[in-house]
Structures are given as C-alpha cells and as structure tokens.
C-alpha cells in the first residue's frame, strides 16, 4: 500500500531563517507522482510542485526548493529565507501506480513563522 | 473562470440528518474528488469521479453517496449523520483522468454534526 510521512508535526522559526520540511514516501510503483500543497489560515489548499518518478532533478523556484531523492523514498520542500507569508499547513501527496487515481496524502506541517 | 466552487461553507447537522454538499466547476476538467479533513489526518479521499457516470469508492466511503451525472457537478451525499463525519469537506478537480495531474480545490464545507 502507498502511504506518506511527514513526521513534522509543527516547526517554528524565526523570520528570515531557512526550514526544510520532510516528506518519506512508500510505494512498490516505479512510476508515480509526487506533489505538495500549502494550506494557508485563509482554509484553501494551493498546489506548489508535481514531480514524477523518472525525474529527480531538484527543482527551484524564488525562495522555494524541493529535493526528490528516490535512494531515501524522500520529497523534501525547503524555504529559505522564511518570511511571514510562509505561515501555512503544508501538504506532501503521492498519486499513481497500483493507486491508479487515488491521491494519498501526508498528515500535513503546520509552520509557524514568527516575525 | 470560478474555478471549484462549493457550497454551504458551513452547516449544522444533528445525528440522523441527511445533506447534500455541492461541488462544481468550469474548467471543464474530468477528474473529480472528495476528501475530508480531520486535524493531524491529512486529507482523507472519500469518493472520486473520472468522468460523467463513472464514480468510485476513496479511503473513507462508508456514510457518503456520490453521482456524477454532469462533467460540471459532482455532489456528495450524507445518508444519516453521525458525529464522527463532523469534518471539513473539501471538493476538488483536476485536468486530466491520470495520476500525474494536480487538483484544483475548492474552498470547503465545514460541518458539524451533534
């Protein structure tokens, strides 16, 4: 069975500082996809990334990167120079595979960026 | 474009009650899902839909009725509420039937049940 970890409950840090959340994944598939979305305290869930399993070039964009290792089973998202805004629930998801169209995602990490 | 959109926003159910939670949208997408959300649990797929006609069983169905008799709508039905349903409900959609496209969500029904 497919599932996702993200053993962060909740991480604090202080505005400006770098914070990398961690994302383990369990899948028997060679082939499926990886996601994160972000919750914001508005309630709307904000797709971030899409990567799929034949692609594990890192991927940056702004203050946002990701870091998809395949020899860990990880997916992990880092923020650097944190800013307020950044305050958010964020979600990884796993699709594909023997889970066919069903998306199964993490419990989720609250951050908290304090200014 | 109005993207997904669901309604109510939040309801008051008790024990027994049934409800309709509607979800739409316009971006012509096949690929529809409902999931709930419980604090530390994620998101939890509860039916999905890839097209008019065709739905299927998520994690979490027992309780819930769904139909897709449009591309546009995709209700979810409460048969008889019970307290452990009280959740946030979240309807979304994607552009393609396949695994690798990412959802579209709307904003979300928040219900109680006593």
């Known amino acids: 069975a497919q599932k996702v970890t993200q053993a962060q409950t909740e991480i604090s840090v202080v505005e400006k500082e770098d914070v990398t959340l961690d994302c383990v994944y369990e899948t028997r598939d060679t082939t499926y996809y990886l996601f994160w979305y972000k919750q914001p305290p508005s309630g709307e869930l904000v797709f971030l990334i899409r990567r799929n399993s034949f692609d594990e070039q890192n991927e940056i964009s702004g203050r946002y990167s990701w870091n998809f290792q395949k020899s860990t089973s990880s997916f992990n998202f880092t923020i650097t120079a944190s800013q307020v805004v950044d305050s958010a629930v964020y979600f990884c998801?796993?699709?594909?595979?023997?889970?066919?169209?069903?998306?199964?995602f993490g419990a989720g990490t609250r951050l908290f960026v304090k200014a | 474009n109005a993207g997904v959109t669901q309604t109510p926003k939040f309801q008051v159910l008790k024990t027994g009650q049934s409800m309709t939670l509607q979800c739409a949208q316009d971006?012509?997408?096949?690929?529809m899902s409902w999931y709930r959300q419980d604090p530390g649990m994620g998101l939890r797929l509860i039916h999905y839909s890839v097209g008019a006609g065709i739905t299927d069983q998520g994690e979490v169905p027992n309780g819930y009725n769904v139909s897709r008799s449009t591309t546009e709508d995709f209700p979810l039905r409460l048969l008889s509420a019970a307290p452990s349903q009280t959740s946030v409900y979240f309807c979304a959609s994607s552009l393609g039937t396949g695994s690798s496209y990412e959802q579209y969500f709307g904003p979300g029904t928040r219900l109680t049940v006593t």
């Open positions: 998801a796993l699709s594909g595979g023997t889970g066919g169209f069903k998306t199964i």
């Open positions: 971006m012509n997408h096949e690929y």
